[in-house]
């Protein structure tokens, strides 16, 4: 069995997706129904979905679905860390249906001017009651916001942090540094978490080989470990580059020099126990 630890939905008619270029292939909606064939062809049994937006009206949507539908394990959402009544918030979410779904919060960190926005004092009183919450926090973040990353680990160790899309190494460009060594850091922190995901993406859309994405998935598979390592497919987001059966493929290959029992961890066991599936 795998579990595809990454993936989103949306539909346009719902809301608008204002991150997505005018002429951008994505700018259409991406339903359950895309999804099911290709992750049934795939051996995908399960999966997590992940916020795209930051509104609170879109979590107890996906909530709503992971209610409906077996393929959705788990769901992390979005709330505003740094409202005063973040807890009653999370508490809120919870009851509605679906809300037993809810795993964890994610921020668009990405776009925050602010490259230690994480460290600011309202946010991390909202990581704490995440914490509290007994909820994983998604760190959604570039190559520069990484050391942050790391003091807010350090500075919350009751709370589960895991990196998305490894991220976002400079693939297209060939550089290693100065991510690698910022991400060996956050690896060093027991209570961090990695996602191999969004590989594709980072990469030359049109050129891009498995050997382009190695380095990085090597560097973050030796700084986690197996065991804190989860595969994603980053879908519908990866269909610029890739098919939903391409990422898989190429995350097999990269992971084909582990045995069994590491490689069952990457594919199901670290997102089914980090995300309590």
């Known amino acids: ?60 949507e996906l909530l709503a679905l992971a209610d409906r539908h077996d393929l959705i394990a788990g769901v992390v959402g979005w709330t505003d860390l740094t409202r005063p009544d973040i807890a009653d918030e999370l508490a809120r979410l919870r009851r509605f249906p679906g809300g037993a779904h809810l795993k964890g919060i ?51 160790p009751g709370l589960t942090f895991v990196l998305d899309h490894v991220g976002k190494p400079p693939i297209a460009s060939g550089a290693l540094e100065p991510w690698a060594t910022h991400l060996r850091a956050l690896a060093a922190l027991p209570n961090t978490f990695c996602k191999l995901s ?52 190429s995350a097999r290959e990269l992971t084909a020099g582990f045995g069994a029992r590491e490689r069952a961890a990457v594919f199901e066991g670290t997102a089914r126990r980090v995300y309590g599936l």
């Open 106 to 156: 994610r921020h668009q960190v990405q776009g925050e001017p602010d490259p230690r926005w994480l460290l600011r004092p309202d946010v991390r009183r909202g990581l704490a009651a995440l914490a509290d919450a007994g909820l994983v926090h998604d760190l959604v973040v570039l190559p520069h916001q990484l050391p942050a990353c790391v003091e807010a680990a350090r500075s919350a």
């Open 198 to 249: 969004g590989l594709v993406t980072e990469a030359d859309p049109a050129t891009w080989t498995v050997a382009d994405l190695r380095p990085y998935a090597e560097t973050a598979l030796a700084a986690f470990g197996p065991e804190r390592v989860m595969y994603g497919s980053d879908w519908p987001v990866c269909t610029q580059s890739a098919t939903y059966a391409q990422v898989l493929e």
């Open 1 to 60: 069995m795998t579990v595809d630890a990454h993936h989103h939905l949306w539909d346009l008619s719902v809301r608008d997706q204002d991150w997505i270029p005018e002429h951008s292939p994505l700018r259409r909606d991406f339903a359950l129904t895309d999804l099911e064939p290709e992750a049934s062809a795939a051996g995908v049994t399960r999966t997590v979905l992940v916020q795209t937006v930051t509104v609170p009206e879109e979590t107890p």
